[in-house]
């Protein structure tokens, strides 16, 4: 039995192997140059993907063979990985195609659709350079008015789309589609809300004076104590605003944040130079305009693309990838496809977190970044500040869109309208604006694109606080700890997969993923 099931998962990974790598070769070429042909491709490799994983024979075998508990681990945790990644995919063909045609339909209006304000047609950033730099009010309403029209247009089909995602999930025993992802996630739903209201206990009262300093500002440039949405400097106040912060700007006029992810990564013996010759870093026509970092085979095959022009950002999530190639490229070598992988979508974020944080470490900006000594001292009280805000605020953030699809699942068709904004109220103290009625929640895109995946961005806050805290206790300074790497590898990269994330969070820090050392991190 035990060397069927070696076979059977030796036969699986060989067939995804081929079949992922392709894919993720195809998505690489869409990202770095949109073209009909280039989606085409893509698009029929994904639904390829997505069927060999709905392959029921497939999942009724591995069933079998874990019920025949197989003693050696790796094998076991193999089988588990194969299960986790069926169990989402099994659906009839016809729920599938479905599922994948509208989520894609709603996606392409997002990235279709602009606005239009007294004439012309807008874009996310038109939108954001307003509400960031205007001091007309009435323009500020209209502007963040526009922004949540994508909301109308995509809200029925969304509550359809999850309508048939629940459908998907109760064919499999789930209460809905929500439960089934936490569970696919390996993220027990009682654990996990325990812990987003111990982060909603932590951030409430530093977030209340926070904001309340920030409103004061407010009041006082737009002359009004009755604050609305668009006072703010994004349409879901989820950025930290200019007067919130600290710009570092003029520290880097280059366009070079490539070198400072590669000098930061060499001093904790981790080289990306092989990462970074692979990767398409500038901008450019018909390129994605956003940043990733994707592991292309599960070898050693790691490309980020990116769009670096100059300034604070780019050095920042240049940080961010770069965290996350660190990790993909020290997954150990000899562990099988299946295992070859972050443990979690939370374990490879936070080691992301941890990286980007560092473009407001003091010590990064001296040592690293070669800023005079004194030009950082200057800041270095207003850069604590301002790392900490950032926590709070997206924590804040976080727990809407948390909380908001917990019961979006479980009943789609509810007031949706109201509970968002009950939501936004409660956890961001931002009112909503007397007679606003419409799908607001519907205009923000993970929830039809990502779903059950922004608790992994709250999860991987706490993480990058506990993993910064440990590395400090057991290297030392993390900026001049050559030691970090090492200690990082070997305790948190290289077991992959092979064990589950609690396993593997206990083993690197030491104790159990809690929110202690982020309490202490936004305290600071
Ligand atoms: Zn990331």
Request: with cysteine; proline share 5%; net charge negative.
């Amino acid at each position: 039995m035990s060397e069927d099931a070696v076979k059977l998962v030796e036969a699986t990974q060989e067939h995804w192997r081929a079949l992922e790598t392709r894919f993720h070769h195809a998505y690489w070429d869409s990202q770095i140059e949109a073209s009909p042909d280039h989606d085409r491709l893509r698009a029929e490799l994904e639904l390829e993907v997505s069927r060999a994983k709905g392959d029921r024979d497939l999942y009724r075998a591995v069933l079998d063979a874990l019920d025949a508990r197989p003693g050696d681990p790796e094998l076991a945790r193999s089988l588990e990985v194969l299960r986790l990644s069926l169990s989402g995919n099994q659906m009839d063909d016809d729920l599938r195609t479905q599922i994948v045609e509208l989520s894609s339909a709603i996606e392409s209006d997002f990235a279709s659709f602009r606005p239009v304000l007294d004439g012309q047609r807008l874009s996310d950033n038109e939108i954001e350079e307003i509400l960031t730099h205007s001091d007309d009010g009435e323009l500020r309403r209209r502007a963040w008015g526009a922004s949540k029209e994508i909301g109308t247009v995509v809200a029925d089909r969304v509550r359809e789309l999850a309508r048939l995602r629940n459908e998907a999930a109760r064919a499999l025993g789930f209460p809905d589609y929500y439960r089934m992802s936490l569970d696919l996630q390996e993220i027990p739903e009682a654990w996990l809300f325990e812990t987003m209201d111990g982060l909603d206990r932590l951030t409430a009262e530093p977030f209340r004076a926070w904001k309340g300093s920030l409103d004061d500002a407010l009041a006082e440039r737009f002359g009004t104590r009755e604050l609305s949405p668009w006072h703010y400097s994004d349409p879901f106040f989820q950025l930290l605003p200019p007067q919130g912060g600290v710009s570092l700007d003029e520290f880097f006029p280059a366009a070079d944040a490539d070198r400072h992810a590669l000098a930061t990564f060499e001093r904790w013996n981790v080289d990306l130079s092989d990462v970074i010759a692979t990767s398409d870093l500038f901008p450019r026509e018909h390129k994605c305009q956003h940043a990733f970092c994707i592991q292309m085979d599960r070898s050693k095959d790691v490309r980020i693309l990116a769009n670096i022009v100059p300034g604070e950002r780019w050095v920042e999530t240049m940080l961010h990838e770069s965290g996350h190639a660190a990790y993909d490229m020290s997954i150990e070598g000899s562990l099988p496809y299946l295992l070859r992988r972050p443990a979690h979508t939370f374990t490879t974020e936070a080691m992301a977190i941890m990286s980007g944080r560092l473009v407001r470490d003091p010590r990064w900006l001296t040592e690293v970044a070669g800023i005079p000594e004194e030009h950082v001292a200057e800041i270095a009280g207003d850069l604590h500040a301002a790392s900490a805000a950032q926590s709070l605020l997206f924590a804040r953030w976080g727990l809407v869109m948390v909380y908001f699809e917990r019961d979006l699942y479980n009943d789609p068709g509810g007031d949706l309208d109201a509970r968002w904004w009950d939501l936004v109220e409660r956890f961001q103290l931002v009112r909503k604006p007397r007679d606003r009625r419409g799908p607001d929640w519907a205009a923000k895109i993970h929830i039809a694109a990502a779903p059950v995946y922004y608790h992994n961005y709250l999860l991987g806050e706490m993480l990058a606080s506990q993993l910064r805290a440990a590395l400090e206790r057991d290297c030392g300074n993390l900026i001049d700890a050559s030691a970090a790497g090492p200690w990082l590898r070997e305790r948190f990269f290289s077991p992959g997969a092979s064990m589950p994330w609690d396993t593997l969070v206990e083993r690197a820090t030491g104790a159990p993923l809690s929110a202690a050392d982020h309490a202490a991190y936004l305290s600071s």
